[in-house]
């Protein structure tokens, strides 16, 4: 079994897209169903895309909690460069590049536009 995408909620599709397409995703599809915006993006050779959703009728807002959803994983070849990439383009740091042993990875965590935490990593 492999990933396919993970769906997330966006309030600024536009913002999302920017925010993505800065860290190398593109876009392969798109559809609206019911009134939400259907939009995937994923990384050349990526093996599990993105898909944001924008309701533009959506009366709750959206608020991503570390307590439900702790945060989605990318590989990247280079962990400080993809960080500093993200910062760049709004994310706000999480957790600066570290190494994290028991894990055997290196690796930070970034806040993108919505407040999803996005960890950045790579294998020690």
């Known amino acids: 079994m492999d990933l396919a995408h993970v769906a997330i909620c966006v309030s600024d599709l536009d913002r999302a897209?920017?925010?993505y397409r800065e860290l190398g995703f593109e876009e392969t599809h798109r559809f609206t169903l019911s009134g939400v915006e259907n939009v995937y993006v994923d990384r050349p050779g990526?093996?599990?895309?993105?898909q944001l959703r924008y309701d533009p009728d959506r009366?709750?807002?959206?608020?991503?909690?570390?307590?439900?959803t702790d945060h989605v994983?990318?590989?990247?070849e280079d962990v400080e460069e993809t960080f500093q990439t993200a910062l760049d383009a709004?994310?706000?740091?999480?957790l600066?590049?570290?190494e994290i042993e028991p894990a055997g990875a290196y690796a930070a965590f970034v806040e993108?536009?919505?407040g999803y935490t996005l960890e950045l990593y790579r294998g020690l």
């Open 17 to 19: 897209l920017a925010f």
């Open 46 to 50: 990526g093996d599990g895309a993105l």
């Open 59 to 68: 009366t709750t807002p959206i608020a991503p909690s570390r307590a439900d």
């Open 73 to 76: 994983a990318f590989t990247v």
């Open 90 to 94: 709004g994310g706000a740091a999480v």
């Open 96 to 98: 600066e590049p570290t």
């Open 112 to 114: 993108d536009p919505e």
